[in-house]
Every structure is written in structure tokens, then in C-alpha cells.
């Protein structure tokens, strides 16, 4: 597994990398969407998803996208999953996948939360090695 750092402030080169990593097809947003979007994500606080929810009316964007943005910028929010969303089912813990669906994100960053509240992680640092994406990655594995 490769670990990406993104430093510097610049927020749009942040989210251009990410996209890049990612496989998106790069945005093209006004300066005016480039102020929302900035303020949208120095705002924000983990684990509030709620202030990202305007940033689904852009075209092209959807929560798979913010999380992504989200994840490289912060090192903390996870990357929105649909393999990982089908294991919490099948755990028994009910996670919808709607990339369009900001309660369903929230709901999704409060499972990963939940189950490292429970996981055996004291070797585990959060900075440089964030536990929600390797949380993420395990469940989309985990057989």
C-alpha cells in the first residue's frame, strides 16, 4: 500500500492531486466555485460531514469524489466505499451507499468511528497512518 501526502496551502492543487490519484477527470470550477469549495474545506471538522453537502450540487461531483478530497486533505475523513459499505451489512451494521446522500456518508464515517472506539489499535497512530482508511481497506477485503 502506497501512502500519498499532500502539504502546502493550496487547497485546489490539494484536490487536483487527489482527483489525479483517484482517476477523475479534472474540474474545471469558477473562481467564485473555487472560494465555496476552499471555505467548504477549512471549515469542515472531523467527523461533521455536514458542511460538505452544498459541494453536491457541482457538476461532476458526488460524495465518492468529496471523500476522496476529504481524505487527502485531512488524512482523517475515509474514502466512501461501496465494497466497504457491504461488509458493515453484512456485520450487521446497516450502511447504505448513496454518493449522493450526505446522511449516508455521515453515517458511514460514524460506523468507522465506532468500530475504532472497539478495534484493538493502540500501535496504530492517526497522524502519517490514518486507522479510517485502513479500516476501509480491510473491510473491502475482508472476506
Known amino acids: 500500500m502506497t501512502l500519498f501526502a499532500i502539504s502546502g496551502d493550496d487547497v485546489m ?3 487536483s492531486r487527489a482527483d489525479m490519484w483517484a482517476g477523475y477527470t479534472p474540474l474545471i470550477l469558477t473562481e467564485d466555485v473555487v472560494m465555496e469549495v476552499s471555505m467548504a474545506l477549512q471549515t469542515v471538522k472531523y467527523p ?5 453537502e452544498h459541494l ?3 457538476d461532476g461531483v458526488d460524495l465518492k469524489r468529496i471523500s476522496t478530497w476529504m481524505h487527502f486533505s485531512t488524512n ?3 474514502i466512501y466505499s461501496q465494497q466497504a459499505c457491504q461488509t458493515l451489512d453484512e456485520m450487521g451494521l446497516t450502511t447504505p451507499f448513496k454518493p449522493d ?3 449516508s456518508y455521515g453515517l458511514y464515517v460514524a460506523r468507522l468511528e465506532g468500530i475504532k472506539l472497539h478495534a484493538p489499535a493502540a500501535g496504530m497512530p ?3 497512518l490514518p486507522r479510517a482508511r485502513i479500516l476501509q ?4 477485503r475482508f472476506k
Do not use: F, N, R, S
Not at 48 to 52: P, R
Not at 137 to 140: K, R, T, V
Open 126 to 128: 492517526e497522524i502519517g
Open 56 to 58: 453536491l450540487t457541482l
Open 48 to 52: 461533521d460531514v455536514g458542511l460538505l
Open 13 to 15: 492543487d490539494h484536490l
Open 76 to 78: 482523517v475523513y475515509p
Open 101 to 103: 446522500d450526505i446522511a
Open 137 to 140: 481497506l480491510g473491510l473491502e
